[in-house]
């Protein structure tokens, strides 16, 4: 199956509502995605509250400092297991080679693998450092 791909524009705007910055994003149509045939399962890590809670209590006991880390540009960094691909993106569409489509080698935002991808990126990564599960 190939995956549909398109642009997502937003505008950024100060607090007088002028537009400050133009921000795109290509993504995938990942909802046309079936499970089983198109990705073999659907991931999304979450904490449990209770951990977080328990975390904190003991970081706050052993008085360690807590940094927090939102990354943004998570899910494009994973390398992807399956064979992904792509159709040409409107207005960008190679005329001499219409028919052709692209394979992914890493995740777009809008996959359904991105979530797994990513986590197994972060984890190797991880390991390497010496943290463990």
């Known amino acids: 199956m190939v995956i549909k791909l398109k642009w997502l524009w937003k505008n950024k705007k100060d607090e007088d509502q002028t537009v ?10 990942g909802y046309a995605q079936e499970e089983g045939i198109d990705f073999e399962e659907s991931f999304a890590p ?3 509250l209770e951990a ?6 003991y970081a706050a006991h052993k008085s360690f400092p807590i940094y927090q880390m939102d990354v943004k ?10 064979e992904v691909y792509v159709a040409q993106p409107d207005g960008f569409v190679d005329p001499d080679h219409s028919k052709k489509v692209y394979r992914l080698r ?7 693998q991105a979530p797994r991808a990513w986590y ?14």
């Not at 400050?20 to 149509?29: D, G, H, M, P, Y």
């Not at 890493?106 to 359904?112: D, I, Q, S, V, W």
């Open 20 to 29: 400050i910055r133009n921000k795109a994003r290509f993504v995938a149509k």
């Open 46 to 48: 979450v904490v449990r």
């Open 52 to 57: 977080v809670w328990i975390f904190i209590a």
């Open 73 to 82: 540009t998570e899910f494009l960094n994973g390398p992807l297991k399956e």
């Open 106 to 112: 890493k995740a777009l935002y809008g996959l359904k």
């Open 120 to 133: 197994d990126e972060l984890s190797k990564f991880l390991s390497s450092k010496g943290f463990t599960k």
